[in-house]
């Protein structure tokens, strides 16, 4: 049995002698363990993903009922009943997952095109997402069918130039004054920055880019630059 997925009540009955294993004392000591139950179904939720329902403005909620956010975060009801007030009031909801995502499936995410396209979607609960798989590059024109969709699409970068600087973040281990040296580096950065892939994001979801960002930076590779557009 994994310890994230524990039932105390099975195991109450187990480690009882026979002559006690009665509904009386099953029941007392099952509701002494409930707050420990509890907190452990919310560590195998965090562990294995959510299946709350979303949250609905127009929906009345009473105390103990999970819902998922529209930030992707997981709540649970804790002050009775509640109707128009976001998951985000700490007076009547607690928060008991920063994701919905389970941390098992997010491990499994990369900085892969098509792997960090699901990611994306998943995480930002797009409904309508399909990976397109193609042996063409994914572009702007096989995602036009499919309405709000992030999607990816890896820039030409040119390799053929080397990073010199006198100082600074650009600089490399070379000196400008060398009597080995034929050609002398300058005193300015002259490198060319390219940014190797772009994530084009649906303008209509009302993100950010440090939303996408945030998230993105997880799974990218150091070194590996980036830039977000909204379309």
Avoid: H
Avoid at 64 to 69: A, C, F, L, R
Avoid at 128 to 146: K, V
Avoid at 167 to 172: A, D, L, Q, T, Y
């Amino acid at each position: 049995m994994s310890i994230f997925n524990t039932n105390f009540k099975t195991i109450i009955k187990q480690l009882l002698p026979p002559l006690l294993r009665q509904d009386t004392q099953e029941g007392w000591l099952s509701s002494l363990n409930n707050p420990i139950q509890t907190y452990n179904n919310y560590l195998n939720q965090y562990i294995t993903g959510s299946t709350s329902n979303f949250w609905l403005s127009g929906s009345t909620y009473s105390g103990g009922s999970e819902v998922i956010y529209i930030d992707g975060g997981v709540y649970v009801n804790i002050s009775g009943s509640t109707s128009g007030i976001t998951p985000t009031n700490s007076q009547y909801w607690l928060q008991i997952s920063p994701s919905y995502i389970g941390a098992n499936e997010r491990l499994l995410y990369n900085s892969k095109t098509l792997v960090l396209e699901y990611a994306l979607n998943r995480y930002f609960m797009l409904p309508n997402f399909a990976p397109i798989f193609t042996y063409s590059a994914i572009t702007q024109s096989l995602f036009a069918a499919s309405a709000n969709t992030i999607y990816i699409e890896t820039n030409t970068v040119n390799p053929n130039f080397f990073l010199m600087d006198n100082s600074g973040f650009n600089s490399g281990f070379m000196t400008n004054n060398s009597m080995y040296a034929s050609n002398f580096m300058g005193n300015v950065f002259t490198g060319i920055s390219t940014d190797y892939f772009t994530v084009y994001v649906p303008s209509s979801l009302n993100l950010t880019t440090n939303q996408i960002t945030s998230f993105v930076n997880n799974y990218v590779q150091c070194g590996i630059t980036y830039n977000v557009v909204f379309y």
